[in-house]
């Protein structure tokens, strides 16, 4: 079975300073891999997602990621954060065997941005 | 557009007591249906997810469970609830790829 671990969790930092968010799976096949982001009082929505080809991925709101499969990691990466990105960030992992039909999450991360 | 509902938004129920959580789906035929349990620090879990209709598939051995009696409504359940039941219930649903679009949850408490 699949696993995912966000390693930090709970991470504060400055408007402008610069985040990233780390995710590794446990999973030796094909797997698509997520960022999903809860802002407060709201629900959660997807930030990002990889499939296939580049590795790198942008998502919403200036927020990228990249996949390094030797490492089996998916980082989430801001170059400058705002006071608006404080929420809670969660790494998924969807193996494609059986169908593809379970996402696995990771325990996620609270970022607070201060200004 | 696709989305999603869950009801209701908060719950209080005594320990004992039957649960029914609902979900529908709109603007979508057969697609995928979650539930996933959110508990802080936790990430989360899934319970139960379903393909079509009447089919369920449990992840989680416990005191929940879920039925999908029409295409687009997805239901969980408890015949007695325990306090270990509290939490933040969310469904999902999947269209043909594979991300999931989240409800916005119902907190249940059980007292």
């Known amino acids: 079975a699949q696993s995912v671990s966000q390693h930090n969790h709970h991470v504060i930092l400055s408007e402008a300073a610069s985040l990233e968010l780390g995710c590794n799976y446990s999973?030796?096949?094909?797997?698509?891999l997520f960022w999903y982001v809860q802002y407060p009082g709201q629900h959660l929505q997807l930030l990002l997602k990889?499939?296939?080809?580049?590795?790198l991925v942008k998502g919403i709101k200036g927020f990228e990621a990249e996949f390094i499969k030797s490492k089996f990691s998916f980082n989430l990466r801001k170059p400058s954060v705002q006071w608006s990105d404080t929420a809670e960030y969660f790494c998924?992992?969807?193996?494609?065997?059986?169908?593809?039909?379970?996402?696995?999450f990771g325990t996620g991360t609270q970022l607070k941005v201060e200004l | 557009s696709q989305t999603i509902h869950q009801w209701p938004a908060t719950l209080v129920q005594p320990v004992g007591s039957p649960l029914s959580l609902e979900c529908t789906v709109e603007?979508?035929?057969?697609?995928?249906l979650y539930w996933y349990r959110q508990a802080a620090g936790r990430g989360l879990q899934l319970l139960f997810y379903s393909v079509g209709i009447g089919q369920i598939s449990s992840e989680v051995p416990q005191n929940l469970s879920a039925s999908r009696p029409q295409d687009r409504q997805f239901i969980l359940s408890s015949k007695k609830l325990l306090l270990s039941d509290s939490g933040f219930y969310l469904c999902a649903f999947r269209l043909g790829t594979y991300e999931q679009y989240f409800g916005p949850g119902t907190r249940l408490t059980v007292t």
């Open positions: 990889y499939f296939s080809g580049d590795p």
């Open positions: 998924a992992v969807n193996a494609l065997t059986g169908g593809g039909n379970k996402l696995t």
């Open positions: 999973y030796g096949g094909t797997v698509n």
């Open positions: 603007g979508t035929s057969n697609p995928n």
